[in-house]
């Protein structure tokens, strides 16, 4: 026996909206009798915008409602959305307060009404025109946002590493170019010459130096007094031999060696320059180890960047793309490997709308605002693709001139009797698409 696979759920489109006292709508009611594209047409101010707006309200919950949405002098506003299977209905006061219904086609009320809704709509409000005319990183985010993808994280640490990178590549430029630029000499020692040994050594050559002039004296001396004694020789005789015996006894010790002082004064002299050589080897050597570890700590962000946009790289490969071709760039969206800003208004515009679509893959209402900036071939291709994906595209355009355009006139369909400001929900009058 066999399984019976379940139903595929079917497209919701609206075929029914009823709108009343939101922002400048007094009261509209709109049949698209199956189109696949609503053209709201009508002068600026009219009100074209706010039943886009309330289409949005019904639809997005209370983010999507702003701060004065009821039309001035009415008590409350109210939308009904039929979308087939549901209907949806939001009565909003004029206080800000929201009420939200949700009622299968029996009518049966659905729980958790926002939530069902927010599993149908997509999670950003999104505009093909808008879209066309973004700054390209602006539209790498909102694709990202599509695609459920949030480089929040590994941008901001992909930042942090390129900042951090930039400052300790500088910092080890900086300390390799300082190293280079100390001129050391090529014998310059290890270690530093130590003066005060030099100074001892010294003091101790002086004192020897003092013991050679002192032992010179004391025989310049005895010579002299051996001169004089022997004038008086009769007189000291005994004088005479005992010096003559000290002179013998003094001249067979042989004389101290005196030692090179000029030697160690040179040394000393020279030390001061030495001890420079010393210091700016050390110095230079410091600055060539802090430029390694530095340069080592780049080549470790460096690889971390290369991680980070690999990382990016294996989840953009593992999404799929609404759009062939359509990937996320650097600077921004890539259409078949070239830039999207430099696609034709066409590719832009085939791509936007096909964004829009992929948005809702069950909810198929798609909001363009501003069209009238597309020409007829452009709203050709709109309505084209909006009908392959069995979608319904509402676009706001001035003027009434477009046989098929629903012309809104102060703030109902153009022709229709005005509601009192107050009244509660009621259908309106019907203009069909």
Known sequence: ??????????????????VQNIKRVRAVHITPNGESTVIL???????????????????????????????????????????GDLVVERVIASDGATTLTVRDADGNKKSSPQRLLDELCSRIAFDPLAFMTMDPSKQNETLRQLLGLDFSTLDAEHERCYSKRTDINRDAAAARATAEALVVAPNAPAHPVVVADLLAQLES????????????RSLTTLRTDIDNLQREADRIDAQLMQKRMQ???LERQPPPAAPDTAAISKQIGEAELTNRHVHLRGQRDALEQKATALEE?????????????????????????????????????????????????????????????????????????????????????????????????????????????????????SGDVEPANDATPAPGAAASA
Do not use: Y
Request: net charge neutral; proline share 5%; hydrophobic share 45%.
């Open 1 to 18: 026996m066999t399984t019976a696979k379940p139903d595929k759920p079917s497209t919701l489109r609206i075929v029914d909206l009823k």
């Open 41 to 83: 047409g009508g002068k600026n101010g009219a009100g074209k915008s706010s039943v886009l707006d309330a289409i949005q309200m019904a639809l997005g919950g209370a983010k999507a409602i702003p701060a004065d949405p009821v039309r001035h002098g009415a008590k409350r506003g109210s939308i009904v959305a039929n979308l």
């Open 205 to 216: 050559a002086n004192a020897q130096a003092e013991v050679v002039r002192t032992h010179e």
């Open 247 to 249: 002179l013998k006894g």
């Open 297 to 413: 700590s780049a080549a470790k962000l460096t690889a971390r960047l290369a991680e980070i946009e690999a990382d990016k790289a294996r989840q953009l490969a593992a999404c799929t793309f609404p759009v062939p071709g359509l990937t996320l760039g650097d600077d921004g969206p890539m259409l078949d490997g070239v830039p999207l800003v430099q696609a034709s208004a066409a590719q832009k515009l085939r791509v936007s709308v096909a964004l829009g679509l992929a948005m809702n893959p069950r909810l198929k209402v798609l909001l363009v605002r501003d069209a009238s900036l597309l020409d007829e071939t452009s709203l050709a291709l709109v309505a084209e693709m909006a009908a392959a994906a069995d979608a319904q595209v509402w676009l706001e355009r001035v003027g009434d001139g477009d046989p098929t355009a629903v012309v809104i006139a102060d703030g109902q369909v």
